[in-house]
């Protein structure tokens, strides 16, 4: 049976990259099928916007512009935006997000004027929307990366590096035997080490 994943991503959170990128690995080795949505990190700290490294209004910019293509040009260029933004962004060290959006864009063949939805609040609520989705099968207190496989969602994994081959498989098997059980809520231990991105 294919199960059905729903992945919620902010192209501006390294550790979504990194688990973007076993979700990859696991597309490859196990019969899924993945949505791609997103999760806002601007929503999710609008009250606490001291809570990220970048403004509230800048930190919307990125996903305001795959809303944006996603709306005019269908859903499958949140993935290619997320793909084209999150390696300028991430491996590539890329600060200047204006710059990102021009170059993502161009990469994936859009058209360059989606980039003014950046400064625009007309897919906001579409935004809003797609947090509060994941909040909903997750939970309240989560962040990025969200999943959910066949309803039953999770904040994370948080990776680094990002798992590949067979042992990607492995985790992710691990992963749904944890959240079948419904009352598993967490398990963490301390981050001693930032993104690996290799």
Not at 35 to 40: E, H, P
Not at 48 to 66: A, I
Not at 149 to 160: A, I, L, R
Request: glycine share 10%; net charge negative; with cysteine.
């Amino acid at each position: 049976m294919t199960d059905k994943v729903d992945f919620w991503f902010d192209p501006l959170c390294p550790w979504a990259w990194m688990t973007s990128r076993w979700m990859e690995e696991v597309e490859s080795r196990r019969d899924v099928e993945v949505t791609w949505r997103i999760i806002s990190l601007g929503i999710l700290n609008e009250e606490n916007p001291d809570n990220h490294h970048h403004g509230h209004e800048e930190s919307m910019w990125l996903v305001r512009v795959v809303e944006a293509a996603a709306d005019a040009h269908g859903d499958e260029q949140r993935k290619k935006l997320y793909d084209a933004m999150g390696t300028r962004r991430h491996p590539g060290g890329m600060e200047d997000l204006e710059q990102i959006i021009t170059e993502s864009l161009a990469e994936v063949g859009l058209p360059a004027e989606l980039a003014a939805a950046k400064d625009s609040a007309e897919f906001d609520g579409a935004l809003r929307a797609s947090t509060e989705a994941a909040r909903a099968v997750a939970g309240q207190d989560i962040g990025t990366p969200c999943i959910a496989v066949n309803g039953t969602g999770f904040f994370g994994p948080v990776f680094t590096p990002a798992p590949k081959g067979e042992e990607a498989a492995k985790i992710w098997d691990g992963s749904l035997a944890l959240a079948s059980y419904p009352g598993f809520y967490e398990l963490k231990r301390g981050r001693e080490q930032g993104p690996v991105f290799s």
